[in-house]
């Protein structure tokens, strides 16, 4: 399981799929926002606080 402090890795299947993990709801849905999130740069080079919390912003709900 990745440290939440480091930062989160766009190209790396595990960690959108973690990512993902944590919130309700289809996890389709969750990793297609983390895709578009991380074309857009949005959390490119965030912590995965960061990630999270874009998620969150996004309308997304933690488990």
């Known amino acids: 399981m990745p440290n939440d402090n480091k930062f989160f890795n766009c190209s790396e299947k595990y960690e959108v799929e973690y990512l993902a993990s944590k919130f309700l709801g289809s996890k389709i849905e969750v990793i297609a926002k983390i895709k578009e999130l991380c ?24 488990k």
């Open 39 to 62: 074309i857009s740069k949005k959390i490119h080079y965030s912590s995965h606080k960061q990630a999270e919390q874009h998620l969150i912003d996004a309308g997304f709900k933690k």
